[in-house]
T-cell receptor, first 114, second 112 residues
Framework: GAGVSQSPSNKVTEKGKDVELRCDPISGHTALYWYRQSLGQGLEFLIYFQGNSAPDKSGLPSDRFSAERTGGSVSTLTIQRTQQEDSAVYLC????????????FGPGTRLTVL | SQKIEQNSEALNIQEGKTATLTCNYT??????LQWYRQDPGRGPVFLLLIRENEKEKRKERLKVTFDTTLKQSLFHITASQPADSATYLCALDARGYQKVTFGTGTKLQVIP
């Protein structure tokens, strides 16, 4: 079946603009994760969804970042008033069950804020 | 504070040799540890999971060890090939939490 997909694959925006990043998890996967990866850095956890609820938002860097998940499937990560330091690759992953077991990653969205 | 350490320096080895990558952690009591592979421009791909009560796990040319006393996992690739060149990430669960935390990864280069 299809893997995790993300769109757009690349996004270039101007400082101060809002952006929306989309993640389509593997069908039937309950858990969904968003990470950020800056150049040469590890994965920085942003937020985790269990179904449509987000029990762990501890990684969101600021109140400019928000995420939602509808229908237990598609998720969007929104960054308002983007800053240059938001430039990174945003990765989405899904896993079948409640526990943080094997995660299946999408290809990521490369965000560049000019 | 909780910390996961992987060698940030790239590891260069000759084709055919065994590559060994290290993942050390502090202030964790993980129930399990995972290893992922990441190629440039792509998301990580799961390789192996080892649980706290397992000392060693194998999958084809891959072997992972998990020493909860030393707080260390070793990841071995035997008979390495240039196609094994990638960044390898370890990830630990935080017991009781529904997420894993990733290390920064070690870049492996297998030289023909």
């Amino acid at each position: 079946g299809a893997g995790v997909s993300q769109s757009p694959s690349n996004k270039v925006t101007e400082k101060g603009k809002d952006v929306e990043l989309r993640c389509d998890p593997i069908s039937g996967h309950t858990a969904l994760y968003w990470y950020r990866q800056s150049l040469g850095q590890g994965l920085e956890f942003l937020i985790y969804f269990q179904g449509n609820s987000a029990p762990d938002k501890s990684g969101l860097p600021s109140d400019r970042f928000s995420a939602e998940r509808t229908g237990g499937s598609v998720s969007t990560l929104t960054i308002q008033r983007t800053q240059q330091e938001d430039s990174a690759v945003y990765l989405c992953a899904s896993s079948p069950r409640l526990a943080a077991d094997t995660q299946y990653f999408g290809p990521g969205t490369r965000l560049t804020v000019l | 504070s909780q910390k996961i350490e992987q060698n940030s320096e790239a590891l260069n080895i000759q084709e055919g040799k065994t590559a060994t990558l290290t993942c050390n952690y502090t202030n964790y009591s993980p129930a399990y540890l995972q290893w992922y592979r990441q190629d440039p421009g792509r998301g990580p791909v799961f390789l192996l999971l080892i649980r706290e009560n397992e000392k060693e796990k194998r999958k084809e040319r891959l072997k992972v060890t998990f020493d909860t006393t030393l707080k260390q996992s070793l990841f071995h690739i035997t008979a390495s090939q240039p196609a094994d060149s990638a960044t390898y990430l370890c990830a630990l669960d935080a017991r009781g939490y529904q997420k894993v935390t990733f290390g920064t990864g070690t870049k492996l280069q297998v030289i023909p």
